[in-house]
């Protein structure tokens, strides 16, 4: 099946600070969704997006899906960015295969 | 109003136990999702419903039997609780039955915990 690969693993910044989170997959996707779980246990939805670039405030996202992997920018991060940032997709029939998640702690 | 919802928050129980989750949502979608989220917060499949029929089950104990008695309610009932089944359980709607397509919406997540 689809294997999906979440870089870097955990991610410590300074309140203010900009990120890259990656998300390489291993095949053609039809879906790909980027979630937020914050400290509270909430999986929030922030992307859907199979290719392209998507903008939401101080979240943008870009999909490449020819080169497999898609990329979570995070500007003037905050602390309520803190928590876990999954990739998610689907390929072919299969159901919504996860990464294991970036650990993201925004520190003031 | 919440999308997807989930009933109980929180759930402790004893080993042996048998107890059920249930999860509704209002965005009138027709897949409805049952997903595990392991102490390493590894998130998992467990079934799909379309429209009231099951479409996808992982490899699943037969101790877990999905529920679906409309196409907006999935309840999940585990019988005979055992220590690991201790995790957070979500709930998941997307619009169609073309699965692997549409985004899809999570509920709050049950914390379930075996003793």
């Known amino acids: 099946g689809i294997q999906v690969e979440q870089s870097p693993p955990d991610l410590i910044l300074q309140e203010g600070a900009n990120s890259t989170l990656r998300c390489n997959f291993s095949?053609?996707?039809?879906?790909l969704q980027w979630f937020h779980q914050n400290p509270w246990g909430q999986l929030i939805n922030l992307f859907y997006?199979?290719?392209g670039t998507k903008q939401n405030g101080r979240l943008s996202a870009t999909t490449v899906a020819t080169e497999r992997y898609s990329l979570l920018y995070i500007s003037s991060s905050q602390t309520t960015d803190s928590g876990v940032y999954f990739c998610?997709?689907?390929?072919?029939?299969?159901?919504?295969?996860f990464g294991k998640g970036t650990r993201l702690s925004v520190i003031a | 109003d919440t999308a997807v919802s989930q009933t109980p928050k929180y759930l402790v129980t004893q080993m042996g136990n048998d107890k059920s989750i249930k999860c509704e949502q209002n965005?009138?979608?027709?897949?409805m999702y049952w997903y595990k989220q392991d102490s390493k917060k590894f998130l998992k499949i467990m079934f799909s419903?379309?429209?009231?029929?099951?479409?996808i089950n992982e490899t699943v104990p037969n101790r877990f039997s999905p529920k679906s008695p409309d196409k907006a309610h999935l309840n999940l009932h585990i019988n005979s609780l055992e220590l690991g089944d201790s995790a957070v359980y979500f709930c998941?709607?997307?619009?169609?039955?073309?699965?692997?397509?549409?985004?899809?919406?999570f509920g709050p997540g049950t914390r379930l915990t075996v003793l």
């Open positions: 998941a709607s997307s619009q169609d039955v073309r699965v692997s397509y549409n985004e899809q919406f």
């Open positions: 095949d053609s996707v039809n879906n």
């Open positions: 997006i199979p290719s």
């Open positions: 998610a997709v689907t390929s072919g029939n299969t159901p919504l295969v």
């Open positions: 965005l009138g979608h027709d897949t």
């Open positions: 419903y379309n429209n009231k029929e099951l479409i």
